[in-house]
């Protein structure tokens, strides 16, 4: 059974940086896209970014590309967004979520992805 799980999130000043984690279980990134997706208050799902199975494919949302970097750790299965620069325009609860069927080139499209954590709250004050 495939399961992800979030964490790392939390409250920060604008400017500051965090990383998120998610460990994964019943899967390897070795078979899997990843993504991050995010959700602010009143705001539909947004991509934040994406690695493919064989990490070679990485993409980034306009709003967070030269801040934001994701990468993971296969002996951990833990896949990571590092945060850097972070914005109050940043806040939303964070999603990691896995694709079972992506291939070379990661996909950004939300209804691709088939297993989703619980999600991780970010928080960034002015």
């Known amino acids: 059974q495939v399961q992800v799980v979030e964490s790392g999130g939390g409250l920060v000043q604008a400017g500051g940086s965090l990383r998120l984690s998610c460990t994964a279980s019943?899967?390897?990134?070795?078979?899997?896209?990843m993504g991050w997706f995010r959700q602010a208050p009143g705001k539909e799902r947004e991509r934040v970014s994406c690695?493919?199975?064989?990490?070679?494919?990485?993409r980034y949302a306009d709003s967070v590309k030269g801040r934001f970097t994701i990468s993971w750790d296969n002996a951990k299965n833990t896949l990571y967004l590092q945060m850097n620069s972070l914005k109050p325009e940043d806040t939303a609860m964070y999603y990691c979520?896995?694709?079972?069927?992506?291939?070379?080139?990661?996909?950004?499209?939300?209804?691709?992805?088939?297993?989703w954590g619980q999600g991780t709250q970010v928080t960034v004050s002015s």
């Open positions: 019943g899967l390897t990134f070795d078979d899997y896209g």
């Open positions: 979520a896995a694709d079972p069927y992506g291939g070379a080139l990661c996909r950004v499209e939300a209804y691709a992805y088939t297993y």
């Open positions: 690695i493919s199975r064989n990490g070679g494919s990485r």
